[in-house]
């Protein structure tokens, strides 16, 4: 007779059905597996057989034959332990049938028949609901994550003889009741208080501060440029504190993506905050983009809806730096390996900090002794393509003595997070019709559309654009970044003020690299 | 028979032998001063009919003058100098030798003259005075203003600047200067075909066209170390005075001021303030009695007895500002600028406007040509 239990195997983002069939007939007591597995789930066989023994189930000796299938699918991961399990309890008459028919099961079995967390529970439990199962049966320990989607009810256990128990109706359990947005609100509130970093704690550096804060309203890419000790890296850890709360959906998708790469461990269910990746220089592209034999999500991916800070920008190597063209455009990356092609999300702000010349003081020539070519060679080491996607350039200074005597007080992250919040609702509300949320995402036709701007700021726009020969590409970004400062301001039209500040963010960069204004 | 060359060629040929230093070469002219002559008999295989031994020649000297001999009579010398001179005539190089009339009269009363100046454009004007405008290659942004500032001045009152066409001062000075046709000159290093440094390639094809690109190396000469304090004594040897902008203490401006020192030219130095890198060396040369420059009709001044009828004297000032043309909001952001190149931020800071604001009044008063911005986003008042 052959019983079928499912389980699910994960293919990038994706959760893939798996149908694990078991028949038992007379013969040479043996247990095979058999359905493209890697070795992790081939040794489940001892793995599940023990765990049954030690849960108190006595095996008849028979010919134990199990399938997993699509049979073409590889399969990885140890989450068809549990579902294993029971499926050969119910070929054995343990379980009737009929109540394993509606259910996904997913988990690790211990040799004394307790369930071990296992990655990937979020997507799984969000095929089983587009599938049409009732009940999901989970590890207790990925109990939270599995309840991020609200319709298929899932319940966590400890042990396998729970959940035989369970399935038997010996034992009632209440289902996890999914997290709501207002639940979350608390938990990021909760959270709040643990961040360290605060842009009040940082003396001076008002115009550094004020870019962070267009940066954080308008999602635009930042890049700071300054001497050794300005402060830039105090600076970029402040970000995640200026950028508005994730939304219920945001959380989804970000949990999903580190559902998928096992990174929710036991005191974190569900990523609430939004993430802050800071790789050191020496990181390679597969760490970056995602890789591995899997083509596993790489950090752009687990910094998605969040900030990815490159520190020391010019120490990369050009061949990492020039792997975030696709990301920086497309907000997607695609990483194709033997195994598989997947495409995760990589929708980051890039802040990346670097200094102007090799020793750190350029144009402080009181200081900076280096020739103009040491200057372009070490500023040359960042490619043209990639400044270009960067929207905003600033210099940092170090702050002097006296101020840090004075200790001045300034505005705190969280007086300027409420201006980026509401700079942000603006563009929520322009976009509604639109698929994207904030200016930096603008297109050349969303450009044209909302960059509407008075007579003023035209004649300025104009001069600009004679004086420096702009290429189309900077004039949109100009426009956007106006439109970003304006939304601070409140103003529907972009005005004079708010072009001529884009404007003086918009190519630093000519200064270190000569390039087209 | 002997072949009939160009003057020129008989120089470029006595010029160009290798080992055989310029001291060298000038004691054998003054055992016979006509080098066609020396080809000649170097042709024949006779260059020992020409070299006299004195009675007591020591050992040493005799090895040595045999050693001469063999490279005046080497074919293969003769034979490769006289190809370069015909591919330099085909670039369209000028040359002038000593003998020549238009060998720049300044040039000869300096210690080793050059036996040939190869050049683009023209030479220096003996007429009209000239003035050297020299400085650290590694300038700040204030000393780059200087010198540009300055020396556009000066040219537009008639006084031809000579430069060495490298980067900071020299390269700024230049630029500045060619805006006057026949006013800017720059004397290199390398061979006069070569640019060097490669970026200042737009100031010399201008150089080329409106001034004047010269040199004393042979065409195609690589920018070597070794010929840049040489060419130092050219550059002194073309001016009436030199105008140090920045150096630092053991700069190579400071090579050109003593081969003016030698030659008996003025010196001129911007002073800066005490302890800074790139004034140590001006402020050196100021002590040590060279004029202390405060405005450009400083150095007009001391050209104006030796040169009263060339010079133009300008009495309006380049920078004379009508303040009541800035709004008032615009007058204290102009009142915190001055030639020090200062940041937006720390404009922030000292006048107390909002970033937008001052963005806005930066712009308008740039766009109104009474500041400028010679970095993005730094800022200094028009000169």
């Known amino acids: 007779m052959v019983c079928k239990t499912y389980s699910a195997v994960l293919c990038g983002m994706e959760a893939v059905k798996v149908q694990v069939e078991t028949d038992v007939r007379s013969g040479l007591p043996q247990l095979q597996m058999v359905g493209a597995l890697a070795s992790e789930v081939k040794e489940a066989r001892e793995r599940v057989r023990v765990a049954i023994e030690n849960s108190g189930f006595r095996l008849p000796p028979k010919h134990i034959t199990i399938n997993l299938s699509p049979a073409d699918i590889r399969k990885e991961g140890t989450s068809f332990d549990l579902a294993t399990a029971i499926s050969i309890l119910a070929a054995f008459g343990f379980i009737p049938e009929e109540q394993i028919q509606n259910c996904m099961f997913a988990g690790e079995l211990s040799l004394d028949g307790t369930i071990n967390k296992v990655s990937g529970i979020l997507p799984m439990a969000k095929m089983a609901a587009t599938e049409g199962f009732q009940k999901m049966i989970v590890p207790a320990g990925n109990l939270g994550e599995a309840a991020l989607q609200n319709e298929v009810p899932v319940y966590g256990m400890n042990r396998l003889t729970e959940v035989v128990d369970f399935l038997l109706g010996n034992i009632n359990k209440e289902a996890e009741l999914p997290m709501s947005p207002i639940d979350l609100k608390k938990i990021q509130n909760e959270k709040k208080k643990q961040i360290e970093c605060d842009l009040k704690d940082i003396i001076g550096q008002t115009a550094a501060k004020r870019a962070l804060m267009i940066a954080a309203a308008g999602g635009h890419h930042l890049l700071m440029i300054g001497p050794p000790g300005s402060g830039k890296t105090a600076l970029a850890k402040c970000m995640p504190s200026l950028l508005p709360d994730l939304s219920f959906e945001e959380m989804i998708d970000l949990s999903n993506i580190y559902s998928v790469s096992g990174k929710l461990k036991n005191d974190m269910e569900y990523v609430v905050m939004r993430p802050f990746q800071a790789p050191h220089h020496a990181t390679t592209p597969s760490a970056l983009l995602g890789g591995g034999r899997n083509a596993n999500p790489g950090l752009v991916s687990l910094c998605h809806h969040g900030v990815l800070f490159l520190d020391e920008l010019t120490e990369f190597k050009p061949e990492v730096l020039e792997t975030l063209r696709q990301p920086l455009e497309d907000h997607t990356v695609t990483v194709s390996r033997l195994q598989a092609t997947y495409t995760y999300p990589a929708a980051f702000q890039l802040i990346a900090a670097m200094n102007p010349c090799p020793c750190g003081h350029f144009p402080d020539r009181t200081k900076c002794n280096c020739s103009p070519q040491q200057i372009r060679r070490y500023t040359g080491k960042i490619s043209q393509p990639i400044l270009d996607r960067i929207d905003m350039m600033i210099e940092v200074f170090p702050v002097e003595y006296e101020k840090i005597r004075k200790k001045e007080s300034s505005e705190t992250s969280e007086c300027i997070r409420e201006k980026v919040v509401r700079a942000r609702k603006i563009q929520k509300k322009r976009f509604e019709k639109k698929k994207i949320q904030l200016n930096s995402e603008m297109g050349k036709r969303e450009t044209e559309e909302f960059c509407t701007f008075d007579k003023e700021a035209e004649q300025v726009l104009h001069l600009i654009f004679q004086k420096n020969e702009f290429s189309t590409r900077r004039y949109y970004r100009i426009l956007k970044l106006a439109r970003t400062i304006a939304d601070l301001d409140g103003s529907p039209e972009i005005r004079k003020h708010h072009l001529t500040e884009a404007y003086s963010y918009c190519n630093v960069g000519k200064k270190y690299w000569r390039m087209e204004a | 028979m002997t072949e009939c060359l160009e003057r020129e060629q008989y120089w470029h040929w006595f010029h160009g032998l290798p080992g055989i230093s310029q001291k060298e070469k000038e004691e054998l002219l003054k055992i016979c001063p006509k080098v066609k002559q020396w080809y000649d008999a170097a042709k024949r295989g006779a260059a020992g009919e020409l070299l006299v031994a004195p009675y007591n020649e020591t050992e040493q000297q005799k090895d040595r003058k045999n050693q001469m001999i063999e490279v005046l009579e080497n074919q293969k010398h003769r034979d490769a100098l006289n190809r370069s001179y015909e591919e330099a005539r085909g670039k369209g190089i000028s040359m002038v030798c000593r003998e020549s009339e238009q060998y720049p009269e300044r040039l000869k009363h300096i210690f080793l003259p050059p036996f040939m100046l190869y050049y683009y454009g023209k030479l220096p004007d003996k007429e009209k005075p000239s003035l050297a405008v020299i400085g650290a290659r590694n300038c700040s942004v204030y000393g780059e203003e200087i010198a540009a500032c300055?020396?556009?001045?000066?040219?537009?009152?008639?006084?031809?600047?000579?430069?060495?066409?490298?980067?900071?001062?020299?390269?700024?000075?230049?630029?500045?200067?060619?805006?006057?046709?026949?006013?800017?000159?720059?004397?290199?290093?390398?061979?006069?075909?070569?640019?060097?440094?490669?970026?200042?390639?737009?100031?010399?094809?201008?150089?080329?066209?409106?001034?004047?690109?010269?040199?004393?190396?042979?065409?195609?000469?690589?920018?070597?170390?070794?010929?840049?304090?040489?060419?130092?004594?050219?550059?002194?040897?073309?001016?009436?005075?030199?105008?140090?902008?920045e150096a630092r203490e053991n700069s190579g401006s400071l090579i050109t001021v003593s081969y003016a020192l030698e030659q008996g030219k003025e010196i001129y130095a911007v002073p800066g303030r005490l302890y800074e890198k790139l004034a140590e060396g001006t402020n050196r040369l100021i002590q040590e009695g060279a004029y202390l420059v405060r405005e450009p009709e400083d150095i007009l001044h001391g050209f104006s007895e030796k040169f009263a009828g060339v010079i133009l004297k300008k009495s309006t000032k380049n920078h004379c500002f009508e303040k009541n043309v800035l709004a008032s909001r615009e007058k204290i952001v102009y009142a915190c600028l001055s030639l020090r190149p200062k940041h937006i931020e720390e404009l922030q800071e000292e006048t107390g406007i909002s970033l937008p604001e001052l963005t806005s009044l930066l712009f308008d008063m740039e766009m109104k040509q009474y500041i400028k911005q010679p970095l993005k986003n730094y800022f200094i008042i028009q000169g």
């Open chain 2, 150 to 245: 300055f020396s556009g001045y000066l040219a537009k009152a008639g006084i031809q600047i000579v430069s060495g066409m490298a980067r900071g001062i020299d390269g700024a000075a230049g630029r500045a200067a060619i805006n006057e046709p026949g006013y800017a000159y720059a004397v290199l290093g390398s061979g006069v075909d070569v640019c060097y440094p490669k970026e200042n390639k737009l100031l010399y094809t201008c150089l080329q066209e409106k001034g004047g690109v010269i040199s004393e190396e042979l065409p195609g000469t690589a920018p070597v170390s070794w010929n840049f304090p040489k060419r130092n004594r050219i550059i002194s040897g073309l001016s009436d005075a030199v105008f140090v902008v």
